[in-house]
């Protein structure tokens, strides 16, 4: 079994999602291949199943006015922005294969993340209270699944250099008294978005035990 991955480079959120939806129809009718969709977003705010409104920070016509789109997801978790200079991660694996358990699924991603961090300088931390991966009291990458007959839908966004202060929008995930920071606040010099998706490529291989493959986003998108 192999994983192929997509860069996609900087594409809504809808589009996205759509993507996601076609292949875990194509998983959930058999395909073997796990996928990898890398990719940054363009401002968007989405929202968990169990997140609640009371961590939008701004009037919903506010919202609009900024031209920023607010999306109601069947992932987990609260309230969280994407933007540009944020690596999203949306894997689509079969977790029949993987013993069926969402924690293990979930620590590797984290897992993945932390080992990324790592090769930057960064000392990337899990937190027992709390999904995602922290340096102190500040997270640097928010995790929200969906999983669908074991097949898993949405991921993670790594910050490596966002706009931070469009996280004043929200209560990020809905957790109050917590930070947010990016790989770029944290390091000597930002890195680049292709610096680490290469790194997090090569970990995320690592920790699931995946060879890796590149496919093609012209053929995806016919």
């Not at 292949?23 to 989405?46: N, R, S, V, Y």
Request: hydrophobic share 40%; aromatic share 8%; glycine share 10%.
């Amino acid at each position: 079994m192999k994983c192929t991955f997509y860069k996609l480079g900087l594409i809504d959120y809808e589009e996205a999602y759509d993507l996601q939806k076609r292949f875990w129809a194509e998983k959930t009718a058999g395909k073997e291949d796990d996928i990898l969709l890398l990719l940054e977003h363009k401002p968007t705010l989405t929202l968990g199943k169990s997140g609640k409104l009371k961590n939008l920070l701004i009037e919903r016509d506010e919202l609009a006015d900024k031209k920023i789109p607010l999306y109601f997801t069947d992932r987990g978790g609260d309230i969280t922005y994407h933007g540009p200079g944020q690596l999203v991660a949306y894997p689509i694996v079969d977790l029949r294969k993987r013993g069926k358990d969402i924690h293990r699924y979930i620590n590797d991603l984290q897992e993945a993340v932390i080992g990324t961090l790592a090769d930057f300088s960064i000392v990337g931390e899990k937190d027992q209270k709390h999904v995602g991966v922290w340096v102190g009291k500040d997270k640097v990458c928010a995790i929200g699944v969906a999983v669908h007959q074991w097949i898993t839908m949405h991921g993670l966004a790594l910050n490596v250099d966002p706009d931070l202060n469009s996280f004043s929008l929200i209560t990020p995930c809905g957790i109050v008294g917590r930070g947010v920071t990016s790989m770029a606040k944290l390091g000597e010099s930002a890195p680049s978005m292709e610096e680490v998706t290469i790194r997090f490529i090569a970990h995320f291989s690592r920790v699931f035990s995946l060879p890796l493959e590149p496919g093609s986003v012209d053929q995806l998108r016919l």
